[in-house]
C-alpha cells in the first residue's frame, strides 16, 4: 500500500445492518501501531458492532477490514477470515476467566492450545502475569481473586498470544467506581509497556479522554469526530458531542456576524427577554443568517456578583440551586428560559433567586451550526 | 433541651452506646437534627453508622443512652423505656428496595395507608402526589418488576414517604446503583427531602454522596463521632487527619509547627526526603507551637506555576497529567512526595516539566496527627 504509514487495523467505508435498520454506516478509520484508540458513544451508536465487525463476530455488508495489511473481512471479495485467524486478542466486560484452573492455567491455556512448547509456555506466561501484576499470584484459582484480578487475568489472557491488536469492550463496566479508576490509569500504562495497540469500546467519556491517545465518537452508526481527547473536548465539532463528552452549556440562537475565526451571536434568553450579543470561536460550516448553538463549558464560565465592567460576554441570571461537591460547586443558574451549569471553583455561599452575572472568554466558547 | 440552643433539635440522641458481645459497636455518641433538616452519618464499614440508624428504628435495643424524636422518648435505657418499631411512626429506606414484585407502583405505595385505614379516596390523592413528586406518575400501573433499580427505589421512597413519618431513615439507598444514576438520584433525593420537609438521616460510606446531600455530616469511625460539621465545614475544616483523608482528596505532609504568627495562623515545618520547606497556615484545632501536625492541602488549592516566585520556594517535577475533561489530575513529586493537583483544563502541564507549587495559606491546614 502507498500513501501514508500503514495502520495495524483499517476498516475502509464499514457497513453493518441487521434487517432495515443500519447499525454502522460507512465508518472509515486507520489505527496505528500502538495507538490507543476508543470508540465512544451511547448504546446502540454502533460501537460494538463495529468491533464485532473487526473481531470477526460479525460479517460487514459493505466495506474491508485489513489487519496488519491483509484483507480479513470483504463481502465484495468474499473474503471473512475467522476469529482465530485474525491474530487478535479479546477483552470483555464479563472476566470469562475459568474458575476451575489456576491464574496460570488460564493464561497459559491459549498457548497449549496452539501446542506452543513447554518452556516457552512457562517464559510467555510469567512475562503477561508480571506484566499484569498477578506473578504472585499464579497458583491462585480464579474464584478466590477479585473483580479487578480477574480482569487482569483476561488482560494476560490476552496479551500472551502477542496479536497484533487488543480489542477491549467495556472491561471496566462491572468494577465499582474507585476500583475502575485504578484500572483505567493501570490499563493505560500495560497498554504503552507492553506497546500494544488497541482499540477500546465503551459509554463512558471519562474512560475515554483518560485512556485514549484518540477518540471516535459515535452516534446512530456514523462517525461524528475522530481526535485527541482534548480536541474532542474543547473543539467538539457538532451538539452531539458537546454534550456527550463532559456537560455542555447549549444555547440556541442565530449568527448576526462572522469575521474569520470569530462569530457573533444572538441568543435569545426567553420570549419576554431581549437577546444577547456574544462573542465564541467559529466551528467549521458555520455561516451567516444560520441557526446556530453556542456551546460553553461549566469550567470556562466565571460567576460575578455585580456586573462586570470589561467583559465581552456577559449573560445575566439568578442562581436556581448550588450543589456543594468539595473540590467546587456546581451552580445552576437561571437566564431567561435556560438553565446554564457553572462549575464555581472557589466557595461562596450563594442562595437561590440570587442575582450573578456570568462572563467566559470568546475563545472559550465554541459557535456551532445547529 | 439546654435554654439559648439555636434549633430545637427534632431528633435527640443521647449517650448511645451499642455493644455486641465485648466489641462496642457505637461508644458513646450524642446528636441531634432540627426539624425538617437532613443528616449524614458517614464512614467506612464497620465505623457504627448503621448500628446507630438501626438504634433509632428500633430494631436494635441499646445498651446506654437514650432516644428522643419530637421531645417524646423511643428509647430511654434509664427509664426502661422501648417503644416498638412498628409505632414509631419512622419511614425507611434500605439499599435493596423492599418494593413487592405482585403489586404494582401504586399499590405498593398505597399499602402503607391501607394498613392505617386511611379512607379510599385520599389513599388516592396522596398516593397520586408522592408518585408525580418522585417522577413515577406515568409508572403507577406497572408492577415493580417491571421498574429500572432507579425507579424502584423512588416507589421505595415513595412508600416511605407517603404517610408522613416523623422521621425518614435512609441505609445506603443508592449504593446498588450505577454511578451516572446514583449521581443523578443524590440530587433528586435532596429535592424531595427538601419538599415533603421530613428530618431525615442518611447513612453512607460515600463522601461525595454526603456532601451532595447533607444539611450536617457526622463522620464516624470505630464507634466515636470524629467531627459534625456542614459540607463546607467537613471539607475545608477537618478537624484531624483522619476526617481530612477520608473526605476527598488530600496532601497530608506531617510536619511540626514552628511559629503561632495570630491565633488560628501559624508557620509549619515539613519535610519530605532532601526537601524541606516552612509554610504559613491556618492552624486546626489542638494545634499549636511546637506540636507536630499534619499539613493538609486539597488537590485544588495547589497551583503549579512555571516561574519562580521566591519563597516559600516548592520546586517538583510533574510525574504525570491525567485530562479528565473540566479538570487536570497531576501529580508532581517534591522530594519523597508525591502532590496530587487538580488543575483547569485549559492548563497544559506536561510529565516532565519543573515547575514551581503555590499553596493559598487560607487552603492550608494543619491538623492533629
Known sequence: MSGPARGVVELDRLTKRFGAEVAVREVSLTVAPGEFVTLLGPSGCGKTTTLRCIAGL???????????????ASRARGIHLPPEDRDIGMVFQSYAVWPHMTVFDNVAYGLRVRRVGRSDVQDRTTGALELVGLAHLADRYATKLSG?????????????????????????????????????????????????????????????????????????????????????????????????????????????????????????????????????????????????????RPEDLALHLTRPDRAVNVIEGEVIDTVYLGSFVDGQVRAGAHTISVQIDHYERLVPGQKVFLTFEPEHGLCLSS | MEAGSPAPRHLEVRGLVKSFGPERAVDDISFG???????????????????????????????????????????????????????????????????????????????????????????????????????????????????????????????????????????????????????????????????????????????????????????????????TGDPHDIYARPANRYVSNFIGVANLLPGRVVRVTAPGRGEIEVQEGAARVRLPCRLGEGVGEGAPAVLSVRPENVQALREDRGEPRLEGLVLQTIFLGNCLDCRVRWGAFEWKILAHPRYLLRAGERVFLRLDPEHSLAVRP
Not at chain 1, 58 to 72: F, N
Not at chain 1, 160 to 165: G, I, M, S
Open chain 1, 58 to 72: 460479525e460479517s460487514p455488508d459493505a466495506g474491508e477490514i485489513r489487519i496488519d495489511g491483509q484483507v480479513v
Open chain 2, 33 to 227: 437534627v432540627p426539624r425538617g433538616k437532613f443528616l449524614t452519618l458517614l464512614g467506612p464499614s464497620g465505623c457504627g453508622k448503621t448500628t446507630t440508624l438501626m438504634c433509632i428504628a428500633g430494631l436494635h435495643r441499646l445498651d446506654a443512652g437514650e432516644i428522643r424524636v419530637g421531645g417524646v422518648a423511643y428509647t430511654s435505657v434509664a427509664d426502661r423505656i422501648f417503644l416498638a418499631p412498628e409505632r414509631r411512626d419512622i419511614g425507611m429506606v434500605f439499599q435493596s428496595y423492599a418494593i413487592w414484585p405482585h403489586m404494582t407502583v401504586a399499590e405498593n405505595v398505597a399499602y402503607p395507608l391501607e394498613i392505617r385505614k386511611v379512607a379510599r379516596a385520599e389513599i388516592h390523592d396522596r398516593v397520586a402526589d408522592v408518585l408525580r413528586l418522585v417522577g413515577l406518575l406515568e409508572m403507577a400501573g406497572k408492577l415493580a418488576t417491571q421498574l429500572s433499580g432507579g425507579q424502584q427505589q423512588r416507589a421505595a421512597l415513595a412508600r416511605a414517604i407517603v404517610y408522613r413519618p416523623k422521621l425518614l431513615l435512609f441505609d445506603e439507598p443508592l449504593s446498588n446503583l450505577d454511578l451516572k444514576l446514583r449521581e443523578q438520584m443524590r440530587v433528586e433525593l435532596k429535592r424531595i427531602q427538601r419538599e415533603v420537609g421530613i428530618t431525615s438521616v442518611y447513612v453512607t460510606h460515600d463522601q461525595a454522596e454526603a456532601l451532595v446531600m447533607s444539611d450536617e455530616i457526622i463522620v464516624m469511625s470505630d464507634g466515636r463521632i470524629q467531627q
Open chain 1, 148 to 296: 479487578g484480578q480477574r480482569q487482569r487475568v483476561a488482560l494476560a489472557r490476552a496479551i500472551v498470544y502477542r496479536p497484533k491488536v487488543i480489542l477491549f469492550d467495556e472491561p471496566l463496566s462491572n468494577l465499582d467506581a474507585k476500583l475502575r479508576e485504578q484500572m483505567r490509569v493501570e490499563l493505560v500504562r500495560l497498554q504503552h509497556d507492553a506497546g500494544i495497540t488497541s482499540i477500546y469500546v465503551t459509554h463512558d467519556q471519562s474512560e475515554a479522554l483518560v485512556m485514549s491517545d484518540r477518540v471516535v465518537v459515535m452516534h446512530a452508526g456514523v462517525i461524528q469526530q475522530i481526535g485527541d481527547p482534548r480536541t474532542i473536548y474543547a473543539r467538539p465539532a457538532n451538539a452531539f458531542v458537546a454534550s456527550f463528552l463532559g456537560v455542555a452549556n447549549l444555547l440556541e440562537g442565530t449568527l448576526a456576524d462572522q469575521n474569520g475565526a470569530w462569530c457573533e451571536m444572538d441568543i435569545p434568553l426567553g420570549p419576554t427577554q431581549p437577546s444577547v450579543r456574544l462573542r465564541a470561536a467559529a466551528a467549521a460550516g458555520v455561516s451567516r443568517g444560520q441557526r446556530i448553538t453556542l456551546s460553553v
